[in-house]
């Protein structure tokens, strides 16, 4: 038994243990950040130009950006540290929730796991868009529980309110969060009550109020984001067998979470999660609460995973309640079937590997580059590599132009030098891209081009794949001149780039088909 005074000893040492990993993750990415990652790039550029809906995601990851964006003065550092407090301060959440729900032991567990798992290093190192979904989760998790548990008032109405509006804002997945809900009040007859209680409805799926904006915007854009979201539903064969084909991407998914979560935490969440579904409409309230928000969800991305290729990311809100239930089962304060009892004293085990591969995804990097190895296969942040020195190269070129800060600036090829190129630039200018195939497949198509921004006219720096450029592309100038040709090892791997000017734009290149 606990004493008296061990929950606030605990609470203590829990808080002081998340302050001091936070200050070492921005210690971190002030000592070691190098280039964003090109999502953070992509994002980066959306917050440049501030919307209510964009091309694959709502719109709060933007307006995150710019905010993140004023107060850090466009620096790495910012996006960096925004991501620390973010994915770090998460755990202090997912900490209360599990006191609230078990006890102050079982939530000091809770943060060690969530701390051993590369997944919140990851999360707490990239500002993509599941680090404020996971915060907007963990609340909204927090909240209900404080409604369902009887300590019902306004306040947790209202933060469970602006939990749901904001994560709807985040990421689609959220919208699963209120389905859940009422299949956890649906499944026990001492929840159903609360079924007949129009506020909680009202909060519940009035929360998708928050998504009228994007959806405007989506009616004027042809409903892209639907379109590009449908996408990733769509099982997409590779010309082989089928069965085979799924069973690849089924495992491959399995073994991806092995990497999210550590092998001996995923073995715990996964044993406990498909073990207690049948327990869904009888077991204590706390297991069923977990069960529903994690084990249910997480069969069906199976399910899923059976059917398609799966991304390594699309579980990790299921993965909150899936630790609290590996911790809950670790300090004894929640029983199942499978794994063993006895099996508990494997913890400091779980503990160890999972802080080590969390040790890998810090350190590998900087000792290679401390061997001179960047960017070596073993090196997990290989793909940040060179962009800095891409943007160098075109920013000799272009300082070489006595009039070159006036051109436009065009980046072909993959989204990402688009982004890399206007985020890594020292003026941080508007850069454009050009799609070959004519189709909507990132925001710059979104956006307006050159042409229809009234530069007709204008000369530009063209950033191209390869020696040359595309001659649908080269025809829209009146004239191209190729300025330089240079290497640059991106990702690890060597890559030839060439950049042009074009004098006096006279249409927006026509499509190749």
Same mark, same amino acid.
């Given at each position: 038994?606990?004493?008296?005074?061990?929950?606030?000893?605990?609470?203590?040492?829990?808080? &002081?243990?998340?302050?001091?990993?936070?200050?070492?993750?921005?210690?971190?990415?002030? *000592?070691?950040?190098?280039?964003?990652?090109?999502?953070?790039?992509?994002?980066?550029?959306?917050?440049?130009?501030?919307?209510?809906?964009?091309?694959?995601?709502?719109?709060?990851?933007?307006?995150?950006?710019?905010?993140?964006?004023?107060?850090? $003065?466009?620096?790495?550092?910012?996006?960096?540290?925004?991501?620390?407090? &973010?994915?770090?301060? %998460?755990?202090?959440?997912?900490? $209360?929730?599990?006191?609230?729900?078990?006890?102050? !032991?079982?939530?000091?567990?809770?943060?060690?796991?969530?701390?051993?798992?590369?997944?919140?290093?990851?999360?707490?190192?990239?500002?993509?868009?599941?680090?404020?979904?996971?915060? *907007?989760?963990?609340?909204?998790?927090?909240?209900?529980?404080?409604?369902? %548990?009887?300590?019902?008032?306004?306040?947790?109405?209202?933060?469970?309110?602006?939990?749901?509006?904001?994560?709807?804002? *985040? !990421?689609?997945?959220?919208?699963?969060?209120?389905?859940?809900?009422?299949?956890?009040?649906?499944? %026990?007859?001492?929840?159903?009550?609360?079924?007949?209680?129009?506020?909680?409805?009202?909060?519940?799926?009035?929360?998708?109020?928050?998504?009228?904006?994007?959806?405007?915007?989506?009616?004027?854009?042809?409903?892209?984001?639907?379109?590009?979201?449908?996408?990733?539903?769509?099982?997409?064969?590779?010309?082989?067998?089928?069965?085979?084909?799924?069973?690849?991407?089924?495992?491959?998914?399995?073994?991806?979470?092995?990497?999210?979560?550590? /092998?001996?935490?995923?073995?715990?969440?996964?044993?406990?999660?498909?073990?207690?579904? /049948?327990?869904?409409?009888?077991?204590?309230?706390?297991?069923?609460?977990?069960?529903?928000?994690?084990?249910?969800?997480?069969?069906?991305?199976?399910?899923?995973?059976?059917?398609?290729?799966?991304?390594?990311?699309?579980?990790?809100?299921?993965?909150?309640?899936?630790?609290?239930?590996?911790?809950?089962?670790?300090?004894?304060?929640?029983?199942?079937?499978?794994?063993? /009892?006895?099996?508990?004293?494997?913890?400091?085990?779980?503990?160890?590997?999972?802080?080590?591969?969390?040790?890998?995804?810090?350190?590998?990097?900087?000792?290679?580059?401390?061997?001179?190895?960047?960017?070596?296969?073993?090196?997990?942040?290989?793909?940040?590599?060179?962009?800095?020195?891409?943007?160098?190269?075109?920013?000799?070129?272009?300082?070489?132009?006595?009039?070159?800060?006036?051109?436009?600036?065009?980046?072909?090829?993959?989204?990402?030098?688009?982004?890399?190129?206007?985020?890594?630039?020292?003026?941080?200018?508007?850069?454009?891209?050009?799609?070959?195939?004519?189709?909507?497949? %990132?925001?710059?198509?979104?956006?307006?081009?050159?042409?229809?921004?009234?530069?007709?006219?204008?000369?530009?720096?063209?950033?191209?794949?390869?020696?040359?450029? /595309?001659?649908?592309?080269?025809?829209?100038?009146?004239?191209?001149?190729?300025?330089?040709?240079?290497?640059?090892?991106?990702?690890?791997?060597? $890559?030839?780039?060439?950049?042009?000017?074009?004098?006096?734009?006279?249409?927006?290149?026509?499509?190749?088909?």
């Amino acid at each position: 038994m606990l004493s008296a005074d061990a929950p606030a000893s605990t609470l203590r040492r829990s808080l &002081l243990l998340v302050l001091a990993v936070l200050v070492a993750r921005l210690i971190y990415a002030a *000592c070691f950040a190098v280039n964003p990652a090109g999502d953070e790039a992509y994002y980066w550029d959306w917050g440049r130009r501030l919307d209510y809906g964009y091309y694959s995601k709502p719109p709060l990851i933007a307006w995150l950006y710019a905010l993140v964006d004023f107060l850090g $003065r466009g620096s790495l550092l910012g996006i960096r540290a925004a991501a620390a407090v &973010l994915g770090t301060g %998460s755990l202090l959440i997912l900490h $209360r929730l599990a006191a609230d729900l078990f006890d102050e !032991k079982t939530a000091w567990y809770g943060v060690l796991l969530g701390l051993a798992t590369p997944a919140n290093a990851v999360l707490s190192f990239f500002l993509t868009i599941d680090a404020p979904l996971v915060v *907007c989760w963990s609340t909204a998790l927090w909240m209900f529980w404080r409604i369902v %548990s009887g300590r019902d008032g306004v306040g947790p109405r209202i933060a469970l309110f602006a939990a749901l509006a904001t994560g709807h804002l *985040c !990421k689609q997945m959220m919208m699963v969060f209120p389905v859940l809900a009422v299949l956890f009040l649906a499944c %026990s007859e001492d929840t159903r009550g609360r079924l007949r209680q129009p506020g909680l409805w009202a909060v519940l799926f009035g929360s998708y109020l928050s998504l009228l904006p994007p959806l405007v915007w989506n009616a004027r854009h042809d409903w892209i984001t639907f379109q590009h979201t449908g996408h990733h539903f769509q099982s997409n064969g590779q010309g082989g067998n089928p069965i085979l084909e799924r069973l690849e991407d089924f495992l491959s998914f399995l073994g991806t979470q092995l990497g999210v979560l550590s /092998p001996g935490t995923a073995f715990v969440v996964f044993s406990l999660s498909l073990a207690g579904l /049948p327990l869904l409409g009888k077991a204590p309230r706390p297991h069923r609460f977990l069960l529903t928000f994690g084990a249910l969800p997480l069969a069906a991305m199976l399910l899923l995973g059976l059917r398609q290729e799966m991304q390594p990311n699309w579980a990790a809100v299921f993965y909150l309640s899936g630790i609290l239930l590996a911790a809950a089962w670790y300090t004894g304060a929640l029983h199942a079937t499978f794994p063993p /009892p006895s099996w508990r004293r494997l913890f400091p085990v779980t503990l160890a590997v999972g802080l080590l591969l969390v040790s890998y995804f810090y350190l590998a990097s900087p000792v290679l580059a401390a061997l001179g190895r960047a960017g070596h296969t073993a090196d997990p942040n290989r793909r940040l590599l060179g962009y800095d020195q891409l943007a160098a190269a075109v920013e000799k070129i272009r300082e070489a132009q006595p009039d070159a800060r006036d051109w436009i600036v065009i980046a072909l090829g993959h989204r990402d030098l688009a982004s890399q190129l206007a985020f890594a630039l020292p003026d941080q200018p508007r850069v454009y891209r050009w799609e070959p195939s004519g189709r909507i497949v %990132s925001q710059y198509e979104v956006w307006n081009h050159p042409i229809e921004e009234g530069l007709t006219g204008g000369d530009a720096l063209v950033l191209a794949p390869g020696e040359s450029l /595309p001659a649908p592309f080269a025809k829209a100038f009146d004239h191209t001149e190729r300025l330089g040709v240079f290497a640059i090892s991106l990702g690890g791997q060597d $890559r030839t780039f060439s950049v042009h000017r074009g004098n006096h734009l006279a249409r927006w290149p026509t499509p190749q088909r």
